[in-house]
T-cell receptor, first 113, second 110 residues
Framework: DAGVTQSPTHLIKTRGQHVTLRCSPI?????VSWYQQVLGQGPQFIFQ???????GRGNFPDRFSARQFPNYSSELNVNALLLGDSALYLC????????????FGPGTRLLVL | GQSLEQPSEVTAVEGAIVQINCTYQ??????LSWYQQHDGGAPTFLSY????GLEETGRFSSFLSRSDSYGYLLLQELQMKDSASYFC???????????FGKGTTLSVSS
């Protein structure tokens, strides 16, 4: 079975632009979470979606938004990019309410210049 | 809120045993998870302890003491491929997200 997939793998943007990152969960998984990881730190929670509804939101500004589609794939959107948004963006899926065990995708490495 | 403390770096030689400690402060506690992340890779799930005691999975074991808000990951028969970052994590109070420690970088040398 395919694992969590994310696209694109790498992205370079300039300040003020917007970006859309995509994620496909493991088949049968209905929950998708997004995390931001900066160098030398652990992943930081951004959003969790379950059955297409937002179930949790981390301490990120409104420039960050996300949604989950009927096929359980998800998009993360970031508007008005700042230099500090440069990071690895990780998507994780889980079967349902079990959030202790999450399966992470390879991430999208975003560089904002 | 939730916070976790773990050592930033640990070094060891092949074949040795290493223990990575994690202490946590939480508003609510569901259990302690451990993830491994190789350089440039994705975090991968290693273990989860909801109850006190030791859980063993091959060369890796994880321990939890809820009364001490403490856990550890034990890696035995270390191999070069075990060089990676190891994160302990707990769920947030709502149970909707993992809160990660800053990670411990393990370097295994020959």
């Amino acid at each position: 079975d395919a694992g969590v997939t994310q696209s694109p793998t790498h992205l370079i943007k300039t300040r003020g632009q917007h970006v859309t990152l995509r994620c496909s969960p493991i088949s049968g998984h209905k929950s998708v979470s997004w995390y931001q990881q900066v160098l030398g730190q652990g992943p930081q929670f951004i959003f969790q979606y379950y059955e297409k509804e937002e179930r949790g939101r981390g301490n990120f500004p409104d420039r960050f938004s996300a949604r989950q589609f009927p096929n359980y794939s998800s998009e993360l959107n970031v508007n008005a990019l700042l230099l500090g948004d440069s990071a690895l963006y990780l998507c994780a899926s889980s079967k349902g309410g079990d959030q202790e065990t999450q399966y992470f995708g390879p991430g999208t490495r975003l560089l904002v210049l | 809120g939730q916070s976790l403390e773990q050592p930033s770096e640990v070094t060891a030689v092949e074949g040795a045993i290493v223990q990575i400690n994690c202490t946590y402060q939480t508003s609510g506690f569901y259990g302690l998870s451990w993830y491994q992340q190789h350089d440039g890779g994705a975090p991968t799930f290693l273990s989860y302890n909801a109850l006190d005691g030791l859980e063993e999975t091959g060369r890796f074991s994880s321990f939890l003491s809820r009364s001490d808000s403490y856990g550890y990951l034990l890696l035995q028969e270390l191999q070069m491929k075990d060089s990676a970052s190891y994160f302990c994590a707990v769920l947030n109070q709502a149970g909707t997200a993992l809160i990660f420690g800053k990670g411990t970088t393990l370097s295994v040398s020959s």
